[in-house]
Each structure stands twice: as C-alpha cells, then as structure tokens.
C-alpha cells in the first residue's frame, strides 16, 4: 500500500528453377512473418485478466449510493464484461478522503482496478486529481488524451477543463474519470473496460517480479 509521503545461389541451377525457388521461399519467409507476428500478438496479452474485481468510488457531496447514475454506468459497463465490482464508496470532496478510500482500495486483494468519478473538473472542491496523484507510481497521460480527443465531439472546447486521470498505484490501475453520467459511459465503456484488464495484468506481474 502507498504510504502518503542475403541467401546464397547455385549458379548451375536453370533460370525457370531458380525463379520458382526464389518466389516459393519468399512466400515461405513471408508465412514465417505472419505467424510471429500472430504470436508476439498473443504472448502481449498472455497476462490480461479475465474477470477484474472493480472498486468504484463516487466523489461528492451532494449525492448517494441510491442516487449515483455514473457510479451505475461504470458498474454496468464492466459487469456487462464479465467483471465484478466488488465494492461502490461515496466520498464527500475532501482530498484527504480520496485519497484514503483510494489508497484502501488498492491494498485490497480483491481489487484489481479502481475508477472513480467526480472531481476532476475546476472548481475550488473538485479535489480528485489532487488526492489521487501522489499515489501514482506510473501515470498514463494517454487516457486522458484519449478521453479529451473523445469527448471533443461532444462537449466541444470545454474538454479542456476535462482533468480526467489515470495511473498505477501498487500494482493497481487507477482511473480517475469525470462526474457526469455520459463522461462516466464513455470513459468506462469506450477506454476503461476495454483496457483495464491489460492494465493490470500487466501491473501486477511487474509488481510480482519487483518483489522477487
């Protein structure tokens, strides 16, 4: 847990053979291609998780568990996958309390990933971007380009008050995603639910072999 602080020819050989042996080797070469390719492909995803545990954290102050329709879109956008969210928290917009359900959650042997929603936007309280920083180990600017790049044809220009965020922290896939409802859908069905698994596969057999 994140304490906070060139091949050779036979010149004898007829010309008509020669180019027959010429165009039945590269044919040869370019099959050996193909499958290497098709193998590296899957070796690169030999450590994809199949069915995640998902902690899902809500960050605000005027809503609930029973009133939470982006915690409900990213829970339905995994569940739909075949994964599990082990756990939904609501939690006022306080940084220290971010950060301490987050860092929990990524100590938990049963969550392999986390996503929140809310506080990512401009406001004095939005104060989820703050809080869960430090935890990173590794960030991952490329989510929230993506989600930016995504959320353009939407939103408009407004996307650049869009701080959506993602990371590692103790071997755990972090995601920290926008509080409306169709920020929460897109960023989970289009990016997180597609990715995570990959993610933490990877993070957690890089965290498995710093420990041996």
């Given at each position: 847990m994140v304490d906070f602080q060139s091949r050779d020819t036979d010149d004898s050989e007829p010309a008509d053979a020669e180019g027959e042996q010429g165009d039945e080797s590269h044919e040869h070469e370019g099959r050996e291609h193909d499958h290497s390719h098709e193998h590296d492909h899957s070796h690169h995803h030999d450590a994809d998780i199949d069915a995640l545990g998902v902690g899902v954290v809500t960050v605000s102050s005027s809503r609930s568990l029973d009133d939470d329709p982006s915690g409900d879109a990213i829970e339905t956008?995994?569940?739909?996958?075949?994964?599990?969210?082990?756990?939904?928290?609501?939690?006022?917009?306080?940084?220290?309390?971010?950060?301490?359900?987050?860092?929990?959650?990524?100590?938990?042997?049963?969550?392999?990933a986390v996503v929140t929603t809310g506080g990512t936007g401009v406001t004095p309280d939005d104060r989820t971007v703050e809080a869960v920083r430090p935890l990173l180990e590794k960030r991952l600017p490329g989510f929230g380009e993506l989600f930016r790049r995504l959320s353009f044809d939407d939103i408009g220009t407004r996307v650049v008050g869009t701080r959506a965020l993602a990371g590692i922290a103790d071997g755990v896939p972090v995601f920290c995603l926008p509080g409306s409802e169709n920020a929460a859908t897109l960023g989970a069905q289009d990016i997180i639910v597609p990715e995570a698994p990959h993610l933490a596969g990877l993070s957690q057999r890089a965290d498995e072999a710093d420990e041996e």
């Open positions: 956008a995994f569940e739909s996958e075949g994964h599990e969210v082990v756990t939904r928290e609501l939690v006022r917009d306080d940084y220290d309390r971010v950060q301490a359900v987050v860092n929990r959650l990524v100590g938990r042997d049963d969550v392999d």
